[in-house]
Nanobody, 125 residues
């Protein structure tokens, strides 16, 4: 069982930046592919980014590529999401997720076994 705890959300102005963190429990963190998803008010949850266990493979949604950066520190059991050049449409609850699966479509929610409780990011115009 893996427990995931997100932090770092808050209110930020358009054009600003924020870094989200997701701390994971357990001793095999490097075996998990980690993903970030978000859910805006009134919308379905959508894929944002994913990173493989040792960071060799990284995936982004088109809507965030070039503005957001996913990274991980396996020594700290933590995955990060750096959000730059924020837009009001980035306002959402951001969730991290973990999977031990290989060869999956990491942009799909059902590829992930474990989820955090989410952290709110609000971008004002």
């Amino acid at each position: 069982q893996v427990q995931l705890v997100e932090s770092g959300g808050g209110l930020v102005q358009a054009g600003g930046s924020v870094r989200l963190s997701c701390a994971a429990s357990g001793r095999t963190f490097s075996s998990y592919t980690m993903g970030w998803f978000r859910q805006a008010p009134g919308k379905e949850r959508e894929f944002v980014a994913a990173i493989s266990g040792r960071g060799g493979s990284i995936y982004y949604a088109d809507s965030v590529r070039g503005r957001f950066t996913i990274s991980r520190n396996n020594a700290k059991n933590t995955v990060y999401l750096q959000l730059n050049s924020l837009k009001p449409q980035d306002t959402a609850i951001y969730y991290c997720a973990a999977t031990t699966g290989y060869g999956l479509t990491y942009s799909r929610q059902n590829s992930y076994e474990y989820w955090g409780q989410g952290t709110q990011v609000a971008v004002s115009s």
